[in-house]
C-alpha cells in the first residue's frame, strides 16, 4: 500500500470508537475488526457453520442467528473450557484478515490506513499486517468497568470478565509507540488525536 499503515487498540469501554470517530472524520480510512468479526458470523458468513461444528448447536439461535450470548458465556466466562477462546479465534482471525486485505487493496487512495483491533497484543504476532504506527487507547479499569456496566448493559462480573480475557494495559503499551489517555477532557484527546494525524500526514 502507498499510504501510513496505523494499527489501533485499546482496552474494551477505553474509548477507542472516539479516536476511531476523530481519525475517520480527519480523513483516514478505518477497517473495523469488531464489524468484520460480526460479518463473518453473520447468517451465510464463512465462520457460522465452523462454530456449530466446533461448540454444537446451540451456539445458534432457533432463528439461525448466532446466540451470542450462549457464545460469551462459554468462551469468555468462568465456566469456559480451557482452549474455548482459541479456538473461536482459529475459526474467525484467518477470515477477518482476509477481508481487512481486501479493504485496504480496495481503497489504494488512502493516505491513512486504520486498522481498528481490539485485541491487536493478542495477535500481534499472527497478523499479516506490518505498522508504521501502533496506538492504544487507555484508561483506568475502574472507569471502564462503570461504563461497560452503564452502557453496555453488563454485570460487573461480566465486565470483570471480559477484561480478564484481554491483554492487560501493560501488553498494549509494550507493542505501542503512542498512548493516549482517555480519561483526560475529551477536548484535549481529541486535540492529541489532531496533532497525531499531522504528523502522520
Known amino acids: 500500500m502507498a499510504g501510513m499503515r496505523i494499527g489501533l487498540t485499546g482496552g474494551i469501554a477505553a474509548g477507542k470508537s472516539t479516536v476511531t470517530a476523530r481519525l475517520a472524520r480527519l480523513g483516514a480510512y478505518v477497517i473495523d475488526y469488531d464489524a468484520l468479526a460480526r460479518t463473518v458470523v453473520a447468517p451465510g458468513g464463512e ?6 461444528a466446533e461448540f454444537g448447536p446451540d451456539a445458534l439461535n432457533p432463528d439461525g442467528t448466532l446466540n451470542r450470548a450462549w457464545l460469551a458465556e462459554h468462551v469468555f466466562g468462568r465456566q469456559a473450557e480451557p482452549g474455548a477462546r482459541e479456538r473461536l479465534d482459529a475459526i474467525e482471525h484467518p477470515l477477518i484478515y482476509r477481508e481487512a486485505a481486501r479493504l485496504e487493496n480496495a481503497h489504494p487512495e488512502a493516505r491513512i490506513v486504520v486498522h481498528d483491533i481490539p485485541l491487536l497484543a493478542e495477535v500481534i504476532d499472527e497478523i499479516p499486517f506490518a505498522f508504521d504506527h501502533i496506538v492504544t487507547v487507555e484508561a483506568p479499569e ?3 468497568i462503570e461504563r461497560m456496566v452503564n452502557t453496555r448493559d453488563m454485570s460487573r462480573q461480566q465486565a470483570l470478565d471480559r477484561i480478564r480475557h484481554q491483554s492487560t494495559q501493560a501488553q498494549r503499551q509494550a507493542i505501542a ?6 480519561a483526560q477532557p475529551m477536548a ?3 486535540q492529541t488525536v ?8
Open 47 to 52: 465462520a457460522l457453520p465452523s462454530i456449530v
Open 142 to 144: 475502574a472507569e471502564r
Open 177 to 182: 509507540d503512542t498512548i493516549i489517555d482517555s
Open 188 to 190: 484535549n484527546m481529541l
Open 194 to 201: 489532531d496533532r497525531l494525524y499531522e504528523q502522520w500526514t
